[in-house]
């Protein structure tokens, strides 16, 4: 009987003996050998009233789904006048109140979902039970473990914030969008710190109103993608953060440009949209490439092509606009950065530049300090795109979310990186 309490492996129990049925889980059955016969209002010695048989999910067993089944005692106490009544027997090393799961096999479902990041539907399979039974304990075990690593978010040098599209709701598929916040702090690993509901500068501003104060100052550099609100998030609940625009999104917004005055230029020269024997959208992809990763065949291709159909001379012009923003990121001089962008965005301003190239001056001087801001800081919001890469592997696992809860949680587990070891100290 020694060996089979050491396979079932939980501490002070008895195996009362196993029921194993073709077709349905192994069921196991147990009982508590802990001491609790003694009344908790008197002190009194109690006696046993009935025996109760409670069925738990547990970890699988050789490859089958298995039940715990655990005869548990309902004692009472003998004295006639104690008010104590009748109470179970409670072992939380077996499982928690009320619960559905072990506590083990809850543990081990929060490690195959938050951090290995299965399904819960994959997860609930492997133990024969329902898809609420896994996710539920995910939920109270995640977030235990969340509220417990208190040490998980220290000091911020620099903050990044992004959304990620949490949801389409309705008959309309209305965009539901989720802020990450991300420490992306030069020299470190990326980590998620939280998931915020919404993209609007008043959620966001909330959540870091929250925050102490001395951790707010601890942040140098705020990072964002040319974003309004998210710029607003920052002068109003981080002013003392140097704001930084992320490099990739200024070069993105030129791009954009560029094939804004591409699409106009076409549709002006031939009267239609870009058809696949037309030189301008021929050359689309080439116009996003750096002039550096055109070899000779390509940038000979490219000068035909807008020849052939830029009769103006507007795409070619835009081209370089582009080619030049993308430029200021070799000077590694903050001074001479200012002074390039003041520069180009005066040269690019002058009436006879296409329309695109004087909208992109008027963003690169509204957007000046924050550009020039990289070459001190230089940090991006890179790390902060590679956190949601992470949020949406979650999402497609899931086949989508409709619960921000199980979003968040799941989010936090896969990327917050969590210290998993406190996972076996924490009750829920």
């Known amino acids: 009987m020694r060996m089979c309490e050491l396979l079932v492996g939980l501490p002070e129990v008895r195996v009362l003996g196993v029921d194993d049925v073709a077709g349905r889980p192994l069921r196991v059955h147990v009982a508590s050998l802990l001491d609790q016969a003694w009344c908790r209002e008197c002190g009194a010695r109690a006696s046993v009233k009935d025996r109760v048989e409670v069925v738990y999910v547990d970890l699988p067993c050789f490859g089958r789904p298995t039940r715990l089944v655990w005869h548990k005692e309902r004692l009472c106490c003998r004295g006639r006048e104690c008010p104590a009544g009748s109470w179970t027997v409670v072992d939380g090393r077996i499982a928690s109140v009320r619960a559905v799961l072990t506590d083990r096999c809850a543990r081990w479902c929060t490690i195959q979902v938050g951090r290995f990041g299965r399904s819960v539907n994959e997860v609930a399979a492997d133990l024969a039970c329902d898809w609420h039974t896994v996710n539920d304990a995910v939920l109270v075990y995640g977030e235990a473990l969340l509220a417990a690593d208190v040490d998980r978010v220290g000091a911020v040098d ?59 100052d601890t942040i140098r550099w705020g990072v964002l993608d040319m974003s309004g609100p998210y710029r607003k998030v920052f002068d109003d609940s981080l002013p003392n953060a140097t704001q930084v625009a992320d490099p990739f999104h200024v070069i993105k917004h030129a791009n954009s440009k560029l094939d804004e005055c591409r699409r106009r230029v076409q549709n002006e020269t031939l009267g239609h949209r870009g058809r696949k024997d037309d030189p301008l959208y021929r050359s689309r992809r080439l116009l996003t490439k750096g002039h550096e990763r055109l070899d000779k065949t390509g940038a000979k291709k490219l000068t035909s092509l807008l020849k052939a159909g830029d009769p103006r001379g507007e795409v070619r012009m835009t081209w370089h606009a582009k080619e030049t923003v993308r430029g200021m990121y070799d000077c590694d001089d903050p001074d001479a950065a200012r002074a390039f962008i003041d520069e180009l965005a005066a040269d690019m301003a002058e009436p006879a530049m296409p329309v695109e190239v004087r909208s992109l001056a008027a963003t690169l001087r509204r957007w000046r300090d924050l550009i020039v801001a990289w070459h001190d800081a230089k940090v991006t919001n890179g790390p902060t795109e590679a956190i949601n890469n992470l949020i949406k592997r979650v999402k497609r696992v899931a086949f989508g979310f409709r619960s921000l809860r199980n979003y968040r949680v799941r989010a936090l587990l896969y990327a917050g990186r969590p210290n998993w070891a406190l996972l076996a100290t924490i009750t829920p």
């Open 158 to 216: 620099a903050l990044g914030l992004d959304e990620t599209l949490f949801v389409r709701e309705g008959p309309r598929h209305l965009k539901r969008w989720c802020t990450s916040i991300v420490d992306v702090s030069s020299g470190g690993t990326a980590k998620l710190i939280d998931v915020i509901d919404g993209r609007t500068a008043a959620k966001v501003s909330e959540w870091i109103d929250e925050r102490p104060e001395p951790w707010r």
